[in-house]
């Protein structure tokens, strides 16, 4: 098709023409004759390329299906859940690894009961998880959620029922170092509980057993938190035919050992002699409490016994005085200080001698009046009742025999 027409204005970029029916059109200056002005006739020819039209159409027919088998021939797989291990208060799930295809992961998410539990950290990594904290003989039903830029896919629910505290079958046991006899014993009572042993730390392994606490198995165990007991564990759990705390039973958990020196001296102290010189019966230790006992005992007796009486010398007069007037002055002075109470006892002691030493002195005046009576010629009568003179308290009588 040839089509005449006339250039009006001429630009750098875009040239003017018109059609013969007075239309414009611009046209690119760059495909036009390079000495063309305005008021110039040109011939155009237009025509369809059919050859180049199908070479493009096959071109872009091929990126089709590259970009398809590229990223839209397969999708990211549902993900496939099962439970590995379950126990009284705790269940292991696992799953096959996420396969995304040409899709980006968004998340993994597990639901416990139609609720989020929780997302799942490194779902590229982790093909496995523990959900502890459960309640004993309960069901419950867990499923994966994977999200991804190609879209959402859940997969099937997976019910699991928690063990009895008689069922044992779900406890896995890793051991490590352990003595030949030892190891042996307990390879025995895990088989008749229903138990299991598994080489090496998993995470459905509920408790390492062994003796001594060191090497690489025990390390992994304490970090990941697994409990570590002794082997005396499982021969209780045997005995009691049920699950038992792990609070006794742990590695560095005390246990009764051999008594101290303290204790072994206690026990072995005897008892005090009686007042026969007889020992204790059968010649056993006496505990601290039958010793306390005994001390009560000698107590009780030393307070039933009667106060001395008082003696009838001159001496003891005096030290009844002083005990008398020493309560006077305790009772009467409470809050005076003990060296005004030492000095008062001292100048009471003075005043009781230089009193003692008048009396004597008054009975001697008298012993010397009763000598000379006879000499004056009075007769025996009249010398027996002069000689009949009442005792004074320093006769040798007490102070309560003057008195009476």
Known sequence: MLVSLTVGKVDAGVTVLLTPDKRLIEFPSILLPPNIVSGSIVDITVARNSASESEADSRFAALQDKIFSSFGATEPSTPVLRCRNATQTSVVLEWDPIELATADLISLSLYRNGQKAGNIPRPLQMHSTKISGLAVDTEYAFHLVLRTTAGTFASRQVAVRTHKMTDLSGVTI????????????????????????????????????????????????????????????????????????????????????????????????????????????????????QQQQQQQQQQQQNKSLPDPPPAENGVNKEGDKKKEEGGASDSGSDEDSNEDDNATERGDEDKMKANADEQKVRLEDKEGQKVALPADGAPEGDRKSEDEVPPTPADGGSFQDVQL
């Open 174 to 289: 890793t051991t490590g170092i352990l003595p030949a006899a030892t190891r042996e014993a307990l390879t025995s009572a895990v088989e008749r509980i229903g138990a299991k042993i598994v080489d090496g730390v998993r995470i459905d392994t509920t408790h390492f057993v062994t003796t001594e606490g060191r090497g690489v198995p025990w390390e992994k165990a304490v970090e990941m938190n697994i409990p570590v007991v002794r082997p005396e564990w499982v021969e209780a759990c045997e005995r009691n035919g049920r699950i038992l705390g792990v609070t006794k039973f742990y590695l560095d958990a005390l246990r009764p050992g051999p008594p101290s020196e303290d204790q072994t001296r206690n026990n072995n102290a005897t008892p005090p002699s009686t007042a026969g010189g007889g020992s204790s019966s059968g010649g056993s230790a006496a505990t601290p409490a």
